[in-house]
């Protein structure tokens, strides 16, 4: 077929310099430049490749298409050079620069119903923080006053915590053959049909036991889902707001922590079944997300992986805007994928498992995602989400003003993570972790220690520690809240994407299962009493902040498959940049408030220079490095 789309003559005589002087100028870079394959390559040969892509995989009919997308690809930045181009593919690609935010219905449908499936878990927490009021009473595990014996706090720690210790050692680990069978939605399908009955079979628990045995079961759909929903929304995203699309998973946990507390306002004066409504009424959201996602076209990525391109290019065709940009992203992805299966060692569930912890560029993303998730439960805001409505009443609140000031947090969380949509692909990942984890530290000490208040008046006690609480809620929602599961979805590429992603889930549900089971005893004045459980976490808050700044690498605005080079830099390298340019630079503008100095570069983007090389494909190529 006739190539009827080339760059000009100023770009297409750059071409031979460009090959020539790669190695060089890759050598040039400090710790990283991104590098775009196809800028190895002359126009003809990406044209020639695109269009015997298109025909050797039954789209015959796109081959133009997809030669003037791999020009675009080539270079994203500069698509107004290329001739060839149609106006009307012009308009959409500058369109698409200028209105980061412009996409089709159906990627705003997709990645939102995903987003309200998240909803199941927050209100599931917060159903049962309310319903730890009252079911330990009803089946003897409690008295009235919340008094109870070490075998009463360990059960009800067990009950709440076992949804997350299944959803780590199980429900996490079955994704991998949930995927590979049912794909993306199949597997979202049967999570949402598990996530909608065992709600409602615990509304029914007729003892402990009943509601341990429902709440296993729910654990499992929750771990398979928590590991997949992200990874679909991530693969359905423009890199350009990947972060703040998939970071609607985060929103509508804390959404669904709100409607859970206000599930639990609205029904707590309905008598003895008042614990019940609230655990059932968590059905909800899982119910809608069951109803819509066959709605969805499947991941792009997902089929691409399965050999099925054509497929997999009519879905892109669905949630993005103009064929251009569709043929554009996909074409990329896929060679960016090819590049990426070089380096895979085999094709084995367990081969790809064991590669998250073998190969340098996937053990460091590996590094990253397993802090942000462990952080997470290290920072003590599941303490709150967990057992809000107990703190508050043991502080000094009636059961109502209890469930009424866990609202007021619910509330807040939603609030303080909305701006986080803003800002988590202009600030980054990194940067809100670092600034909002030494906060959350001081705001979760001042509420442990306003605890010890000696003061009869109930009001004078227990208002600073409801407003530290919110404080340390604002901080989280602007930092961590929104970052663990973005962050990991996105690290890992694609042929170990679902092994990383089920050991950051693991890992993010088995601590949550931890933190669950001991808090009730943790809390107990025999033992650390309340102040001691805040000021335990509040010291894990700065483990946190040292783990982040070591393993956690910047990753806003890149694609999925360019990631792979961040981490292809040694962790020592990324270190020694972060501790001789970065820090030295923070503490001059910051508090010797030198306001005209120039910010360095980050240590890991594009275009980084600071006179330092690496050859970053041979030390991914040999495995060296840590």
């Not at 050797?56 to 930045?77: C, I, T, Y």
């Not at 003897?140 to 050692?169: C, H, K």
């Not at 599941?382 to 409505?389: A, D, L, P, V």
Request: with cysteine; net charge neutral; aromatic share 12%.
């Amino acid at each position: 077929m006739e190539k009827t789309a080339h760059l000009n003559s100023d770009e297409k005589s750059s071409d031979a310099e460009h090959v020539e002087t790669d190695t060089e100028r890759r050598d040039s870079v400090a710790l990283n430049i991104v590098k775009n394959p196809l800028q190895s390559r002359t126009s003809d040969e990406i044209v020639a490749e695109a269009q015997q892509f298109a025909d050797s995989n039954g789209m015959s009919e796109h081959a133009e298409l997809f030669g003037q997308a791999a020009l675009v690809a080539r270079q994203p930045d500069a698509f107004q050079s290329i001739a060839g181009l149609a106006p009307d593919q012009v308009a959409a690609l500058e369109y698409e620069r200028d209105h980061k935010w412009h996409g089709p219905f159906m990627m705003w449908f997709a990645v939102s119903l995903c987003a309200i499936g998240a909803a199941t878990q927050g209100w599931d927490q917060t159903g049962s923080n309310g319903a730890n009021l009252s079911f330990p009473v009803e089946f003897g595990l409690e008295d009235e006053n919340g008094n109870s014996d070490a075998f009463g706090f360990w059960i009800v720690g067990l009950v709440n915590a076992i949804i997350f210790l299944t959803a780590g050692l199980i429900g996490a680990w079955i994704v991998d053959p949930l995927n590979h069978y049912l794909g993306r939605r199949g597997e979202i399908f049967l999570t949402a049909a598990c996530l909608t009955a065992t709600p409602i079979g615990s509304a029914f628990a007729r003892n402990w036991q009943d509601l341990f045995a429902a709440r296993f079961v729910m654990g499992i759909g929750i771990g398979a889902k928590n590991a997949t929903v992200p990874i679909f929304s991530a693969e359905l995203a423009p890199h350009r707001i990947r972060g703040a699309l998939v970071m609607f998973w985060q929103l509508w946990v804390v959404a669904g922590i709100f409607l859970g507390f206000a599930a639990n306002v609205i029904v707590r004066n309905t008598g003895a079944i008042s614990w019940r409504l609230q655990l059932g009424s968590a059905f909800i959201p899982s119910f809608i997300l069951l109803c819509g996602i066959w709605f969805c076209p499947e991941s792009p990525r997902w089929l691409m992986k399965k050999g099925r391109c054509r497929e997999a290019f009519q879905s892109m065709l669905r949630i993005r805007s103009h064929p251009i940009i569709a043929a554009r992203d996909f074409y990329y992805s896929y060679i960016l994928y090819v590049e990426e299966r070089k380096l895979a060692r085999g094709s084995g569930y367990f081969q790809r498992l064991w590669d998250c912890f073998s190969v340098p560029r996937i053990r460091r993303a590996n590094y990253g995602a397993s802090t942000v998730m462990i952080a997470q439960q290290m920072c003590g805001i599941n303490i709150i989400s967990f057992y809000s409505s107990t703190i508050f009443r043991n502080a000094g609140y009636t059961s109502d003003q209890a469930l009424f000031a866990s609202l007021g947090y619910g509330a807040i969380q939603v609030v303080s993570t909305i701006p986080t949509l803003f800002l988590i692909d202009t600030k980054g990942r990194r940067r809100l972790c670092l600034i909002t984890f030494p906060l959350m530290c001081i705001f979760l000490l001042a509420a442990g220690l306003s605890l010890l208040n000696p003061t009869s008046n109930g009001s004078a006690k227990i208002g600073p520690v409801v407003l530290f609480v919110y404080l340390f809620t604002i901080c989280y929602g602007l930092g961590e809240g929104p970052v663990a599961f973005q962050y990991s979805a996105e690290v890992f590429p694609t042929i170990q994407r679902e092994q990383g992603m089920a050991w950051a889930v693991f890992i993010n549900n088995f601590f949550a299962g931890v933190l669950s089971l001991t808090f009730p005893r943790m809390q107990a004045p025999d033992v650390m009493g309340p102040t001691g459980a805040f000021g335990f976490y509040a010291g894990l808050n700065l483990i946190a902040w040292l783990m982040i700044f070591c393993f956690v690498r910047e990753t806003k605005q890149l694609t999925l498959e360019e990631l792979d080079q961040v981490f292809s830099v040694p962790t020592a390298q990324f270190l020694r940049y972060e501790a001789t340019v970065r820090v030295p630079w923070f503490l001059k503008r910051y508090l010797l408030f030198r306001r005209g100095l120039p910010e360095p570069p980050v240590s890991i983007g594009k275009g980084v220079n600071t006179g330092k090389g690496v050859n970053l494909g041979k030390e991914v190529n040999t495995g060296k490095g840590v």
